[in-house]
């Protein structure tokens, strides 16, 4: 049981800005269920987390943590983790959405069947899936709640980027999805938002330059007014405050950390 701790479940956890937001609320004081796939996939053209990574992970949140291996693609896996780590900790306040995957490198129109079903299947079918999984045990606390969920959305869902049209669409369909769910779950006393990322230091940025060939990452700096790189735990930041008492009224939101890059 989580005596009277918030409890958090939360997808892409081995890893970037999952494995962020799980160290920081673990920090604040969080039980937290680790998911991740923890396998790499055929579709995606760089390597995946590892089960090494999750436990990493898990060892630096402390003692009360439980982890799963399983997919966001995988409706009864998915469900089972979440399930699972409600009964660990006798409920469930937050659930953040973190699993992601990026790819492109033709037109959208040349696009092939695989990679834009992997993009669509990964990054929005996916966090709907996790909603599906996870709100229900939100809304199974007692009133006055306090749930939070919070998707990992990307800059892409607010502007085109070429060459990454299946990318885009994902991440604009997150942004719609969250907003659906802010009007239904609002009035229960849960909210549900996301976290928009620049360019930010992880493998995924990596996998962007390779669909650019581009032969450094500190490329993409032109185009944050800030002049660098994010860093995850930026992100994570961002995250844990919406899932903190004082975002209550944060309902429905699409919070940019961007370093500028949608605002120019």
């Not at 399983?70 to 469900?79: C, I, S, T």
């Amino acid at each position: 049981m989580s005596d009277g701790r918030p409890v958090a479940v939360i997808t892409g956890a081995a890893r970037g800005v999952g494995a962020a937001t799980a160290r920081r609320l673990a920090a604040a004081g969080w039980c937290v269920g680790l998911v991740d796939r923890c396998a790499d996939d055929p579709a995606l053209r760089y390597p995946l987390a590892s089960r090494a990574d999750l436990d990493e992970v898990a060892a630096a949140c402390g003692p009360d943590v439980v982890t799963h291996v399983a997919d966001v693609r995988d409706p009864e896996g998915l469900d089972a983790a979440v399930a699972s780590v409600a009964d660990r900790f006798g409920g469930l306040d937050a659930a953040i959405a973190a699993a992601g995957a990026i790819g492109g490198g033709p037109m959208t129109w040349e696009t092939s069947d695989e990679l834009w079903d992997a993009m669509i299947d990964i990054n929005l079918t996916g966090v709907w899936r996790f909603a599906r999984a996870a709100v229900p045990h939100l809304l199974a606390r007692p009133e006055p709640r306090r749930g939070r969920f919070v998707a990992v959305a990307s800059a892409a869902g607010a502007r085109g980027m070429p060459r990454l049209g299946a990318y885009v669409a994902a991440k604009h369909g997150v942004v719609g999805l969250v907003r659906a769910m802010a009007a239904e779950v609002g009035p229960h006393g849960v909210t549900a938002n996301a976290v928009s990322p620049g360019s930010t230091r992880t493998t995924m940025l990596d996998a962007s330059a390779a669909v650019y060939d581009l032969d450094d990452v500190e490329e993409f700096v032109q185009h944050q007014p800030v002049g660098r790189l994010l860093g995850p735990d930026e992100i994570a930041a961002a995250v844990v405050w919406l899932c903190a008492e004082e975002a209550s009224g944060v309902n429905g939101t699409v919070l940019a950390v961007d370093g500028g890059m949608t605002a120019t």
